[in-house]
């Protein structure tokens, strides 16, 4: 049943950004609507935490990946741009 895989698809995607929402406001813990880069350590330490992994990116590492999701280079991420990083789209 196509419909029911639309169905199953919109669902995943809602459920997803969901996610990418509460976990955003989790991580813009100053309450700005954005995330600074800062803030984007919190993101990495959250993920170590969930995951067991031990990612330490350097501060280049972190500038250039501010400067990969920052596509309006306004110096903070906002909940658009992390949702095109990790939805691609
Ligand atoms: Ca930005």
Redesign the pocket.
């Known amino acids: 049943m196509s419909e029911e895989k639309d169905y199953w698809e919109e669902f995943k995607t809602y459920a997803v950004e969901t996610a990418i929402e509460t976990a955003f406001k989790a991580i813009d813990t100053n309450g700005s609507g954005?995330l600074s880069a800062g803030e984007l350590v919190n993101l990495v330490t959250m993920v170590n935490s969930f995951h067991d992994t031990k990612i330490n990116p350097t501060e280049d590492q972190m500038k250039i990946l501010m400067l990969t999701?920052?596509?309006?280079?306004?110096?903070?991420?906002?909940l658009d741009?992390v949702k095109k990083l990790l939805l691609g789209k």
């Open positions: 954005t999701v920052d596509t309006n280079l306004d110096g903070v991420l906002s741009e």
